[in-house]
């Protein structure tokens, strides 16, 4: 069944006709909920207005240069509406960083919404995640709920997850399906929220309550609502280098613009006669970092590869991207650009190492645990890393200091179907190699089922991605950023090995230790690698129990 | 419960406070807007640069019909009445202040009266005992005349305030200290009629100002005052009944001197330091002096500080638009104080003023710098006001030719050097603003021509290329 809503611009705060800038869809075009419809410059910030559903624009009347307020009806939106989905008037615009409910009631005036009313449950912080499947529903209309029961079930690109109503209540009206993608901040239900709540409630609201209800404080509230209502901050805007920002080539009118949207004008390129920052300039700026093309406005954009049309050398075929490659081939380039890499080879013998793990393979297979190198590589790696720290540490934010950590989390890189995944082996320093190997195993499983959890893929301070099995005999990993090195490992071979009057058969197995050499020095790394090699040739040491 | 309260709180009501207190009124704040005095204004419109400019103007008149003499037109020696003189003065500051009562009330600002002290982060007490609780506050108490230690109680023994007040014209008066306050009266009182001296501790007149600019002022001053000693040290001060003894210690000075009056301007000191600020937690420096941030707010987050009592100079201007910053961010506007340059003037005559990088800073900061300078012969407006002694001078940035700073020497120095700091802030060159056309006959003309001779397009004088 369809049914038409009106888009109605959501509370700006204390800004009233605001102009629009940019209109992103025409009337037909079919929309998601939160694709941005119209895009709105108020004197602080750049904002999109957020389509209110998934549907078909049907009547859609702003242009460039009109000037719109809240509530202001600007369309229309034709929208596919299940049996027990009911479509809300107008879904509260939810300012990321919110944290997890906003009640639809909630009104322009800024009044705190009422306890125990009608309120929308939103997606809470999913992390880095966005437009995650719905793959489960788990509420209809008229289902009374206790707070903590699942509501939806998502499906991230790494793990499945339970969205929980965070309060309890009787649910008016489910606004998601399965398959449907959400963000968040998107709204999953309408719950009539029950008083014995209150607790939660107050707690999630306490950022909306603080506007005082004295009316003395008639100042407070604008503030108030210019805070809840600022959409999308402006939040990845650099610091401002204020003597650059005294230097910059910019009238007093484009500094105070560049001061209330917090630009540096130091990274801003100017666009007038002599270089001179236009208030355009600042405009734009703002607006590719909130589409998180910084890079480029800041003049600082890569050259691009050559486009080719491949269709007139031959037949082609257009394949996806998975969804997992999607997420790591920005993350492989972000650490591939950013870090200065140089990749330690070496060769280990592993000639007693592989003796011994034969040996103990069978009566660990009967225990139920398969052995394997990577296991013993683990090990040998932990007392490397308290050997050498350095190489277990992230560089600080500001390029000023090193993390240490002082735990040690090794991500192991996993071939699955889907793509490269890198599950976490939590607290390695604390398992014998039969511990980590039966870890490997199940983490492994689970990559390839595509049932890790998203805490099994957090937290790895240091990573190994071991093609061994397969072949190769160096290769150069990218380093897993904000990590500083990460070691290859290829596969072992038999090699004569001089030994000071012949040459002996060994097993030696290359190493390949790309590191951050930001953090990490040639002379460590090659101190790092050798100490490695030392501690595979001991197998005994590896084997020792775990005080 | 406090007997008043208010969003925001402005201790003093000079042009800092007052300012602050309209904007943030303008933004919709309830403020109270506290002073020591009865009138509105501060120092600036009851005892300072008003009075001042309004006696400085008759002695520029009594100058001008003097010079006239030179061309043909006699007036005869001026009769001055001092009653009559104050008693006009006193009518422009009570225009002012009487104006500046008129727009508080428009803004509905509550306006309190008496000395301010911090209880607290959130409340102030006045002497009168009544309590403020406000939210945020504006410290903009200004600063008072520093008096030199050790002088006697005498009524000749004046400050800037005595010397507006202009209860005589004394016969023969002495100005300790070479600033511009100093020299200003030193202005006012030799047109009416005084013979002054001027006494500074440091080697030159306006200490740390370009010595150029001072080249054309001695030349006009130095006839007609008794002396001018730098480099001269007061030792003593003693009241006898014909004048106060005066003993200097200096080079060019004689050991002694006798004097109907004797004006002490030897700078201003920050009050920051007389409102229990450290209750409130505020942080003052050495000097009364309070540490700001570039949103004027201090180390207390709710409570800000502006004008004579933050770092910089002590000037009715700066403070203005610091004040207008502060109450912005009070009222939760994200403003800062980026100006990047804050004219000085001394009005004087010639008057002298300046803007942006000094050559003296320059020098100091190494900066590579580029220097024009246009002799006001050259202009006609000048030497058809009988003043062709003045110049004007720009610092440009050899890189990129845009304009560092600029001083003007001569009559209406003051007014014209705000084209220049118009030039600083938009960053303009050379050719911006030697391509602005500037009307002719006039003195602004100067400062096409001081740009022109950068560009390298000035006609109206040759200048062999120097580059």
């Known amino acids: ?547 | 419960m406090a007997d008043h309260d208010a969003q925001l709180a402005v201790i003093g009501a000079g042009p800092g406070g007052y300012t602050a207190a309209f904007r943030a009124a303008d933004l919709g704040m309830d403020v109270i807007l506290v002073d020591r005095w009865d009138t509105l204004g501060g120092v600036c419109l009851n005892v300072g640069c008003i009075p001042s400019k309004a006696l400085l103007h008759a002695a520029r008149v009594i100058d001008d019909a003097e010079a006239m003499a030179d061309h043909g037109i006699f007036f005869g020696k001026p009769r001055i009445d001092a009653v009559k003189l104050r008693g006009w003065k006193n009518e422009v500051v009570s225009k002012l202040t009487g104006g500046l009562t008129q727009l508080t009330k428009q803004r509905k600002i509550h306006v309190l009266h008496g000395n301010a002290r911090f209880e607290s982060a959130n409340s102030l007490r006045l002497d009168s005992g009544e309590t403020i609780a406000f939210e945020k506050c504006i410290i903009a108490a200004g600063s008072e005349s520093i008096m030199l230690p050790g002088l006697p109680d005498d009524p000749r023994i004046i400050d800037s305030t005595g010397a507006l007040e202009l209860d005589s014209v004394p016969k023969r008066m002495l100005v300790v200290g070479g600033g511009i306050i100093g020299l200003e009266m030193a202005c006012v009182y030799s047109a009416l009629g005084t013979d002054v001296s001027v006494v500074e501790l440091m080697d030159q007149l306006m200490p740390g100002t370009d010595k150029d600019l001072l080249r054309p002022f001695l030349k006009i001053v130095k006839p007609r005052y008794e002396a001018i000693m730098t480099s001269t040290n007061v030792t003593g001060m003693r009241p006898t009944v014909p004048g106060i003894e005066v003993s200097f210690e200096g080079k060019n000075a004689p050991e002694m001197g006798v004097y109907d009056r004797v004006l002490v301007a030897v700078g201003r000191r920050a009050n920051g330091d007389q409102l229990d600020a450290d209750k409130a937690g505020v942080a003052v420096g050495g000097r009364g002096v309070i540490s700001v941030d570039k949103q004027m707010r201090t180390n207390v987050s709710n409570i800000f500080a502006i004008g004579d009592l933050v770092p910089g100079p002590m000037l009715a201007h700066k403070a203005s638009h610091e004040a207008k910053v502060a109450a912005e961010v009070a009222a939760g506007e994200k403003s800062y104080f980026d100006a990047r340059a804050i004219p000085s003037v001394a009005y004087t005559d010639p008057e002298i003023a300046w803007v942006g990088l000094t050559e003296s800073e320059a020098k100091e900061q190494g900066v590579d710098y580029d220097m024009t300078k246009i002799p006001w012969a050259a202009s006609g407006r000048a030497l058809s006001l009988g003043r062709a002694e003045g110049f004007t001078k720009l610092l440009w940035d050899k890189k990129t030719e845009r304009v560092l700073g600029g001083a003007i020497v001569g009559p209406n120095a003051g007014d014209l050097i705000a084209e220049i700091g118009l030039a600083i802030e938009m960053g303009a060159d050379a050719t911006d603003i030697g391509q602005t056309v500037h009307p002719h006959p006039t003195l602004s003309e100067t400062v096409a021509f001081a740009a022109e001779a950068y560009a390298g397009t000035l006609t109206d004088l040759y200048m062999p290329k120097k580059r």
Do not use: C
Request: glycine residues 8%; negative net charge.
């Open chain 1, 1 to 547: 069944m369809a049914t038409t809503i009106d888009i109605i611009v959501p509370d700006l705060g204390d800004f009233d006709d605001v102009e629009v800038i940019e209109v992103l869809v025409k009337v037909g075009e079919t929309v998601e909920r939160e694709d941005g419809l119209i895009t709105l410059e108020t004197d602080k910030a750049a904002m999109d207005v957020p389509s209110p559903e998934n549907g078909t624009v049907m009547e859609f009347t702003p242009i460039v240069g009109d000037k719109v307020s809240s509530g202001d009806v600007i369309g229309k939106l034709t929208i596919e509406v299940g049996d027990t989905v009911v479509i809300t008037p107008a879904i509260q615009y939810v300012p990321s960083g919110d944290t997890t409910v906003l009640a639809a009631s909630a009104t322009a005036d800024g009044k705190a919404p009422k306890i125990g009313g009608v309120r929308t449950l939103v997606v809470p912080d999913l992390g880095d995640f966005d437009d995650v499947e719905v793959i489960e529903v788990h509420v209809s209309n008229g289902d009374t709920i206790n707070e903590e029961d699942p509501i939806v079930t998502l499906e991230t690109d790494k793990a499945a997850m339970d969205v929980p109503a965070i309060v309890a209540g009787r649910i008016e009206s489910v606004l998601v399906k399965v398959g449907d993608k959400v963000s968040q901040g998107s709204s999953l239900a309408i719950i009539e929220a029950v008083a014995r709540a209150e607790q939660t409630a107050a707690t999630v609201d306490a950022p909306v309550v603080e506007a005082p209800p004295l009316p003395a404080a008639a100042m407070q509230t604008p503030a108030a609502m210019k805070q809840q209502a600022a959409p999308r901050p402006s939040r990845d805007l650099p610091p401002v280098n204020e003597t650059g920002f005294s230097r910059a080539h910019a009238s007093p009118s484009v500094r105070k613009l560049a001061r209330e949207l917090g630009v540096d004008l130091a990274q801003v390129g100017g666009s007038g006669a002599k270089s001179r920052i236009l208030h355009a300039d600042v405009k734009a700026f703002v607006k590719a970092i909130l589409t998180g093309k910084a890079a480029e406005a800041a003049g600082g954009g890569l050259p691009k590869t050559p486009s080719i049309d491949f269709s007139k050398f031959g037949e082609i075929e257009s394949l996806p991207l998975t969804r997992i490659q999607k997420i790591s081939g920005p993350r492989l380039q972000a650490s591939w650009i950013n870090l200065p890499h140089v990749t330690q080879h070496d060769l280990a013998d592993i000639t007693d190492l592989e003796a011994r793990r034969r040996e103990l393979k069978g009566p660990a297979k009967e225990r139920g645990i398969s052995l394997t190198p990577l296991a013993f590589i683990i090990k040998a790696v932990i007392a490397a890393l308290r050997e050498f720290p350095q190489l277990n540490s992230s560089l600080s934010d500001d390029g000023t200091s090193l993390v240490l950590k002082k735990y040690f989390h090794i991500g192991f890189a996993a071939d699955t179907d889907q793509g490269l995944m890198v599950p976490v082996i939590r607290d390695a320093d604390q398992k014998d190699v039969y511990e980590l190997a039966t870890g490997l195993a199940e983490l492994s499983a689970a990559a390839r089922d595509g049932k890790l959890k998203t805490p099994q893929l957090q937290g790895a301070s240091f990573t190994i991605s071991s093609l061994g099995g397969i072949g190769g005999t160096a290769f150069t990993p990218i380093v897993n950023a904000p990590e500083v090195a990460i070691l290859g490992v290829s596969r072992s071979s038999m090699q004569p090995v001089w030994n000071g009057s012949g040459f002996k058969p060994r097993l030696m197995l290359p190493l390949s230790l790309s590191y951050d050499h930001r953090v990490v020095d040639g002379a460590a790394a090659v101190r790092f690698t050798t100490f490695l090699g030392q501690k595979l040739a001991d197998v005994e040491s590896l084997l020792r129990a775990i005080p």
